[in-house]
Structures are given as C-alpha cells and as structure tokens.
C-alpha cells in the first residue's frame, strides 16, 4: 500500500520523557530520605497525583508507537487526505497539477487544476486556497506529522507521474468499497459504545472527583497523622488544578469522537 504514515518520533519522545518522569517520582517516594523526612503535604499530594495523570498518558503514548495513522494514501482514484475535518477525503489524479513546498517549510501545497465536481461538493471538505500567484491549491500542514517536507513533495510527485501514466498497483483501500462501507458501519458502533461511557463520566464528573479528593485526603491524613482540615486545605488548589485539566481534555476527547462517528456515519452510507 502506497501511504505516508503520521511520524512516531513525538510519541517516542513523550513515552520516554513520562516512563523517566515515573522512575524518578517513585523512586523519590521510596526513597530512604522519604522515609526519613515528612515531606510536605502539597509537595506528597502533588506527586502522587501526576502518577495518576502520567500512566494513562504514557499508555497513549506507547499506543501511538504501535499504531499506525496514514495521512496520505495514493489509489488509481485519487489522493487520499487524512489531516482533519477540512482536509478530508480523495482528489482525483486528474485534478493535481504538482506539488511544492511553503516558503515558511511548514506545508506542502497540493496545486489543482480546477475544483473537481463530486457529489459530497468538494469545496465542504476540503480548505481549497489560492497562492500568491492566483493559482488553486490545498495546503497540507505536515510538518509536525509527516518529519521531512521535502521528501514527502518528492514521493508525492512520484505518485503523481505513476498513477497519471495509468500504472497498475493491485488493490487497495478504495477497491472494496461494500468492505469500506462495513467496516465504517462497526466502528461506528464502537465509538457509540465508548461515548455513551464518556457521556456518563461527564455528567457525573465532579461528584466523582469529590469522591476521589476525599479519599485522596483521608489517606494523606492516616500516613502523615495530620488534622483533616489542614489535609483539605493542602490538597484543595493542586488536584482542582489537576481535576479541571482532566475535565477539559474529556470534553475535547468527547468532541473530537463525535466528529469522528460523525464521518464514519458518512462513510458507512458511501460518502
């Protein structure tokens, strides 16, 4: 198959920054000068708490490595985008004059021809500009996603000639389109059944932390042998900082897995 796949390196970097970051809190909290010392209480909950916020990051992190997310797909029927909910979806070969690299190295542009008529409307889902010189093109931000720009405009061109000079490569994920349309159907159904939990974490959310921060300050309170009070009071500005964090990163991942069912839908029905 003929795909540029989104880079790994970030997720390599940010996996290996939280296992050294995890090393290094657990064993300062095992540590005999922790065992000596009565750290303070914000010092202890603060800790304790990024523990709890860094293993389902580093958990994401390594699934990123192990996984695969193309961006760009080349088929005898088109350029296949997969950059966000703007720049989604196939340009026929017909269409695509070139392809060049952004003066400010942070893009490729893919130049067109014309606006392609489709049934979907083309200009809805795709962010189809102009340059300086007048002429259409799609900008197609991959600099932090697809690492060097300038080979990615050299095998994108390559495709280009290939497929333009009616080359043959088999079949590939636009062929089966009863398999695509399948295949959108059941995940469809998984991100119903993954929302519908998420909808129910958010609507009892703050109960939940309540819960959660009262049994985080009764715990500190028996190790430390300190007053509930001074516990309540310690813990209450680090895990609502924590807490509010957690809040806002549900609800963009409740959006961004709307928008997804919302384009398996699509697809499920061949759009």
Request: charged share 20%.
């Amino acid at each position: 198959m003929l795909q540029i796949n989104h880079t790994k390196k970030y997720a390599l970097f940010g996996a290996a920054a939280l296992l050294l970051w995890l090393h290094s809190v657990t064993a300062f909290l095992n540590s005999t000068y922790a065992a000596a010392h009565t750290l303070p209480m914000v010092v202890e909950g603060s800790l304790n708490l990024s523990i709890l916020v860094a293993m389902p990051l580093l958990v994401r992190c390594v699934a990123l490595v192990f996984s695969k997310r193309p961006l760009l797909r080349a088929s005898e029927r088109g350029l296949y985008l997969h950059l966000g909910s703007k720049n989604k979806g196939v340009v026929p070969w017909s269409v695509i004059t070139g392809f060049r690299l952004s003066p400010d190295g942070q893009s490729v542009r893919l130049y067109l021809r014309r606006i392609w008529d489709t049934p979907e409307r083309c200009a809805d889902r795709f962010n189809i500009q102009t340059d300086e010189r007048g002429q259409l093109m799609i900008s197609l931000p991959l600099r932090r996603k697809a690492g060097n720009l300038e080979q990615v405009c050299k095998t994108l061109e390559t495709w280009r000639k290939q497929f333009s000079q009616g080359a043959k490569y088999g079949t590939w994920f636009e062929t089966d389109e009863a398999a695509q349309r399948k295949s959108a159907a059941n995940n469809k159904h998984g991100v119903s059944a993954v929302l519908a939990i998420l909808y129910v974490l958010r609507a009892k959310y703050w109960p939940l932390v309540l819960i959660l921060y009262l049994l985080l300050a009764a715990i500190l309170t028996e190790r430390f042998d300190l007053s509930v009070q001074r516990t309540l009071f310690a813990t209450a500005l680090p895990f609502l900082i924590v807490a509010w964090l957690l809040r806002r990163l549900l609800n963009r991942g409740i959006t961004a897995l709307e928008h997804y069912k919302q384009s398996l839908a699509q697809r499920s029905v061949g759009l």
